[in-house]
């Protein structure tokens, strides 16, 4: 099942740069010095990549999530994440921090720092003597969320017309100011989790049908939570730091692959990884096509086609679904 999906992303990257308002030739793109060239090599490809190493991150911590939550409405934003790197950048925007350090935009910065710290107070906020419940967890998660939304309505308030554009374009996930240092800066943070979660995947299948059942299977439960939580921190806040909030597709695809590949662990993470990039790539793609050279940011499209298609599949599969 892997082979088929690693075959379907590959396929979805090599043809994406190829498509847009502006056609490109591979005479013109090969030659030297080109318009074709500088569309295809500094336009498209680093958005496609980066857009290809977004989605797959962010199925990757659909699945997991799912997995340790033992919930099927979970996806990388349930703990807040998206919240907080939201609010980082919120903040970072409204005083003016538009600067770049290394090559990095301090908002980016700022999200990333937003969504870490999200995440360490809500194992604060949950921890009981020692032990952190699910169920505490999720219910501090979407606390936090509707905390720092609050927080984020003020600060859009109180901020100038430029900056509240700013931040109402950051909500809505873009993959549009992507180059290839955004690429090669994010791209060891996934492929390194995504490695950590192979590494873990095993362990994966009886915890997520509960503490107790992988405890009597040997599973060191705290040591594999607190290693899950810690890779899907480092997958959504890695790629969210950059593209902004893009949802639905943590949420789609791990159900999606599910479907098709079973509930192993070992199939389903590197398979999501694969038909999370592909799914991502080609909701870019249209969002740049479809009103060029008016573009739409992708977080829009994820969500008109995601809804309509998750709704079908509760309907279709319901009972097969988790």
Same mark, same amino acid.
């Given at each position: 099942?892997?082979?088929?999906?690693?075959?379907?992303?590959?396929?979805?990257?090599?043809?994406?740069?190829?498509?847009?308002?502006?056609?490109?030739?591979?005479?013109?793109?090969?030659?030297?010095?080109?318009?074709?060239?500088?569309?295809?090599?500094?336009?498209?490809?680093?958005?496609?990549?980066?857009?290809?190493?977004?989605?797959?991150?962010?199925?990757?911590?659909?699945?997991?999530?799912?997995?340790?939550?033992?919930?099927?409405?979970?996806?990388?934003?349930?703990?807040?994440? /998206?919240?907080?790197? /939201?609010?980082?950048?919120?903040?970072?925007?409204?005083?003016?921090?538009?600067?770049?350090?290394?090559?990095?935009?301090?908002?980016?910065?700022?999200?990333?720092?937003?969504?870490?710290?999200?995440?360490?107070?809500?194992?604060?906020?949950?921890?009981?003597?020692?032990?952190?419940?699910?169920?505490?967890?999720?219910?501090?998660?979407?606390?936090?969320?509707?905390?720092?939304?609050?927080?984020?309505?003020?600060?859009?308030?109180?901020?100038?017309?430029?900056?509240?554009?700013?931040?109402?374009?950051?909500?809505?996930?873009?993959?549009?100011?992507?180059?290839?240092?955004?690429?090669?800066?994010?791209?060891?943070?996934?492929?390194?989790?995504?490695?950590?979660?192979?590494?873990?995947?095993?362990?994966?299948?009886?915890?997520?049908?509960?503490?107790?059942?992988?405890?009597?299977?040997?599973?060191?439960?705290?040591?594999?939570?607190?290693?899950?939580?810690?890779?899907?921190?480092?997958?959504?806040?890695?790629?969210?730091?950059? /593209?902004?909030?893009?949802?639905?597709?943590?949420?789609?695809?791990?159900?999606?692959?599910?479907?098709?590949?079973?509930?192993?662990?070992?199939?389903?993470?590197?398979?999501?990884?694969?038909?999370?990039?592909?799914?991502?790539?080609?909701?870019?793609?249209?969002?740049?096509?479809?009103?060029?050279?008016?573009?739409?940011?992708?977080?829009?499209?994820?969500?008109?086609?995601?809804?309509?298609?998750?709704?079908?599949?509760?309907?279709?599969?319901?009972?097969?679904?988790?």
């Amino acid at each position: 099942m892997v082979g088929p999906c690693a075959a379907f992303c590959l396929l979805v990257v090599l043809f994406a740069p190829w498509i847009g308002s502006t056609g490109v030739t591979w005479r013109n793109v090969l030659a030297g010095v080109s318009p074709d060239r500088e569309i295809f090599f500094v336009a498209r490809l680093p958005r496609v990549l980066f857009g290809a190493l977004v989605g797959g991150a962010l199925a990757m911590a659909g699945v997991l999530f799912q997995a340790i939550l033992r919930n099927s409405l979970a996806d990388p934003f349930t703990l807040g994440v /998206s919240a907080g790197s /939201s609010l980082g950048a919120f903040i970072a925007i409204w005083l003016g921090l538009e600067m770049v350090i290394w090559g990095i935009p301090v908002v980016s910065i700022a999200a990333f720092i937003g969504a870490f710290l999200t995440i360490a107070l809500v194992f604060f906020i949950a921890r009981t003597a020692g032990v952190v419940p699910t169920f505490t967890l999720i219910l501090a998660g979407v606390t936090l969320n509707f905390i720092f939304f609050a927080v984020m309505m003020f600060i859009h308030y109180a901020a100038n017309f430029s900056q509240g554009y700013l931040m109402t374009r950051w909500t809505m996930g873009a993959l549009d100011t992507a180059d290839m240092r955004t690429v090669l800066g994010a791209a060891p943070f996934v492929i390194g989790c995504l490695a950590g979660l192979m590494w873990i995947a095993g362990q994966l299948n009886p915890l997520s049908a509960g503490e107790e059942w992988a405890a009597s299977r040997g599973v060191d439960v705290r040591r594999v939570k607190k290693l899950s939580y810690f890779i899907g921190s480092i997958l959504t806040g890695a790629v969210t730091a950059f /593209s902004g909030p893009i949802g639905f597709v943590g949420l789609i695809v791990p159900h999606t692959v599910r479907l098709v590949a079973g509930p192993d662990h070992r199939v389903l993470i590197p398979a999501s990884f694969f038909i999370g990039s592909a799914f991502l790539v080609l909701c870019d793609t249209a969002a740049r096509t479809l009103f060029a050279p008016t573009e739409i940011p992708v977080g829009v499209i994820t969500a008109l086609l995601g809804g309509p298609f998750f709704i079908a599949l509760l309907k279709r599969k319901r009972g097969d679904l988790w």
